[in-house]
């Protein structure tokens, strides 16, 4: 991360101090599962890294909105990892996919929310077969409630 990268970043964390925590470990939880499933797929643009898109934003959630509403938790959520898209380095496509799989993400954690973290984890994974190879970003309007994925695991 460059010097403006992290001022956002800490701008975003000063304005919401309680999120802070529960969101560092809803990634980290998220890239332990990843690894533990799929190992190094999950960096590349298959049904894995769609998989990890949506269960961050549902853990992220699940862990800020014991902090503050759903509706604000989900908020944050799209805040946060819309900001990590802004400041990573994707194709169109691959960035595209991936806000596609984040609000699909924010969008079940709605569907599911009395849950519980491990039920949660494993009704996301309930989604990887379901997910959409796309080869433009049209397409996903054609997926709307689906995950979508660029290759093939």
């Not at 939880?29 to 990890?52: E, L, M, S, W």
């Not at 862990?63 to 759903?70: A, D, L, T």
Request: net charge positive; aromatic share 8%; proline share 3%.
């Amino acid at each position: 991360m460059d010097f403006k990268q992290l001022w956002s970043l800490a701008g975003f964390c000063l304005r919401h101090p309680l999120y802070v925590i529960p969101t560092y470990t809803a990634t980290r939880k998220t890239v332990k599962i990843c690894d533990q499933k799929f190992g190094k797929a999950h960096h590349k643009n298959g049904r894995a890294n769609a998989f990890r898109h949506a269960l961050w934003n549902v853990l992220i959630i699940h862990r800020c909105k014991r902090w503050s509403s759903i509706e604000k938790a989900v908020s944050w959520a799209k805040r946060i990892t819309d900001w990590h898209e802004d400041f990573s380095i994707n194709e169109p496509l691959a960035r595209a996919m991936d806000l596609h799989n984040n609000h699909i993400g924010r969008t079940f954690v709605m569907k599911h929310k009395e849950a519980s973290e491990s039920q949660l984890v494993q009704l996301v994974m309930v989604l990887i077969p379901l997910s959409r190879k796309i080869t433009t970003i049209e397409q996903m309007q054609e997926h709307p409630n689906t995950l979508t994925h660029i290759e093939d695991d």
